[in-house]
């Protein structure tokens, strides 16, 4: 008997990703009910702190992308 892996099935996977999706949905909606108390006005808007920390992940990927790389990288042949 061949015993695959979990996610080698598409139908798990395609299940998995719809339980992700509805729980994400779920988490948008309880945010607009839930009442905020923000120190600063920006974050009382829906879904602030979500997209805060996309827009940082993705400055922090293109930041070490284009500038990390220029300082830290070497040439092909460093080690030879």
Not at 23 to 31: C, G, H, M, N, S
């Amino acid at each position: 008997m061949k015993e695959g892996h979990f996610f080698d099935q598409s139908h798990n996977v395609k299940r998995l990703l719809m339980g992700f999706y509805i729980f994400i949905a779920l988490l948008v909606v309880v945010d607009l009910f839930f009442p905020k108390h923000p120190f600063f006005p920006w974050e009382g808007y829906p879904s602030f702190y979500g997209a805060y920390g996309f827009i940082a992940y993705v400055s922090i990927v293109f930041g070490s992308n284009y500038i990390l790389r220029k300082l830290l990288k070497r040439k092909e042949d460093y080690y030879d």
